[in-house]
């Protein structure tokens, strides 16, 4: 499904680059994001408007207008924004204890009060600009991961083989993110291990060495 179309009295001006905001631009785009997350969770996509985000974040509509465009242009810079995070995956000294660690990370964030994370992924079904920054999103936090899989094989947790990082991460992974987010079935405890051991014993025995 399409996501509305803008409104006809929208600026239909391109939205302006990315870039690393500071002072008042700072606290503006603070306020917007804050409002998206809040409005999404309270009202689902379908009530995410610019001007409810306007009056949410207390910021004038033609601020917003100009600078986001549109729900797409507001989404799509919400997840563009982790892109300036510092975050980096743990390290535990396994390949087992690091995948366990990610997964953890990534049931608490699927399972967190508010909804954010879910609001945010089912919104990208229905923009095509949040869906694009959400395959950014996924770029970057894979290519942050692919540490875990270097020092593994530096360990000699690998085999001599190069091993495909995304395609081990992935199924790593994948089971906890299709329980919660596919599923919505209640969460395992045991799920964020048992993907990891599973994925890790896989990885040992060549199941994601690269071809050739």
């Known amino acids: 499904m399409e996501p509305p179309a803008p409104s006809t009295d929208m600026p239909q001006d391109p939205p302006a680059p990315r870039r690393r905001p500071g002072g008042r631009t700072a606290r503006v785009r603070a306020l917007v994001h804050g409002a998206v997350r809040e409005q999404l969770v309270a009202e689902g996509y379908d009530g995410l408007t610019v001007d409810a985000v306007a009056a949410r974040s207390g910021v004038h509509r033609t601020t917003v207008y100009r600078r986001w465009r549109d729900v797409g242009g507001l989404l799509a810079d919400v997840l563009d924004s982790a892109a300036d995070d510092g975050w980096a995956p743990p390290d535990t000294g396994s390949l087992e204890g690091d995948l366990t660690a990610l997964n953890e990370e990534v049931a608490a964030g699927l399972t967190e009060d508010p ?36 020092r593994a094989a530096a360990r000699g947790e690998l085999p001599g083989a190069a091993t495909d990082d995304r395609a081990l991460l992935v199924a790593a992974t994948a089971p906890v993110y299709h329980r919660l987010a596919l599923l919505r079935a209640p969460a395992d405890p045991a799920l964020p291990a048992t993907a990891a051991r599973t994925a890790a014993l896989a990885a040992g025995a060549g199941a994601f060495a690269v071809p050739g």
């Open 115 to 150: 909804p954010i994370a879910m609001a945010l992924i089912a919104a990208s079904f229905r923009s095509p600009e949040a869906a694009e920054a959400l395959r950014r999103f996924w770029d970057d936090r894979y290519r942050r991961c692919a540490p875990v899989v270097e």
